[in-house]
């Protein structure tokens, strides 16, 4: 069983589209990071969470840690919202999990 | 934000050869810094951490004589992969933290023939 689990592994939305990812985790953490791979393999950190709710422009990042789940939102989704997602659990003390990734296409 | 640049970005070597992975916090300093490799339509696995001034720390099922790593300073890693192998042909990456947020190198290409 993975640590972290991410749904869908992969999502073709149509531009505008409001966009649901989900990531759950089985181990404790200290911090949940959401990060963005695009094709050309660069990878962003958009959100550390611990607790609550972080929004940036269209993405909107939730976390609940007693049911030990987290859902990264995209608002009117765009074609170079293009990306992979993954989520990241930081268990502490250097130690992360990885979730396998959500593909993500949006067609115009 | 902080920027971590890795060198070189992409790298075709022959089998059996050591090849020489660089990673370096340009605007920062990082005690600690992660080297991953990820395969094709993979997502990221955690090989190593690396500490400044001591040995890494190496994931279970790594190799630490195949994967070589080095922490001689604040602002720089370096990964060897050793005798390298078709099967070393992977997408490595480095990451380092800042306070909580981890940040990226843009990743290097290794192919090995």
């Known amino acids: 069983k993975n640590e972290v689990e991410q749904s869908p592994q992969n999502l073709t939305a149509q531009e505008g589209e409001f966009i649901t990812i989900n990531c759950s985790y089985s181990v404790g953490i200290s911090a949940l990071h959401w990060l963005q791979q695009h094709p050309g393999g660069g990878i962003v950190s958009l959100f550390m969470?611990?607790?609550g709710k972080k929004k940036h422009g269209r993405l909107i990042a939730t976390i609940n840690i007693q049911e030990k789940h987290s859902s990264l939102h995209i608002t009117a989704s765009h074609p170079r919202d293009s990306a992979v997602y993954i989520c990241?659990?930081?268990?502490?003390?250097?130690?992360?999990?990885f979730g396998t990734g959500t593909s993500l296409t949006v067609i115009p | 934000g902080a920027v971590v640049s890795q060198h070189p970005s992409w790298v075709i070597c022959k089998s059996g050869t050591s090849v020489k992975i660089e990673c370096r916090s340009l605007d920062f300093q990082a005690t600690t810094m992660f080297w991953y490799r990820q395969f094709p339509k993979q997502s990221l696995m955690l090989m190593a951490t690396s500490n400044e001034g001591s040995k890494a720390t190496y994931e279970q099922g790594v190799e630490k004589d195949k994967f070589l790593i080095n922490h001689a300073s604040l602002t720089l890693s370096t990964l060897t992969v050793t005798s390298a192998h078709p099967e070393d042909s992977s997408f490595y990456i480095c990451?380092?933290?800042?306070?909580?947020?981890?940040?990226f190198g843009p990743g290097t290409r290794l192919t090995v023939l």
């Open positions: 969470l611990s607790s």
């Open positions: 990241a659990v930081d268990e502490g003390g250097n130690q992360f999990y």
């Open positions: 990451s380092a933290r800042v306070g909580r947020t981890l940040f």
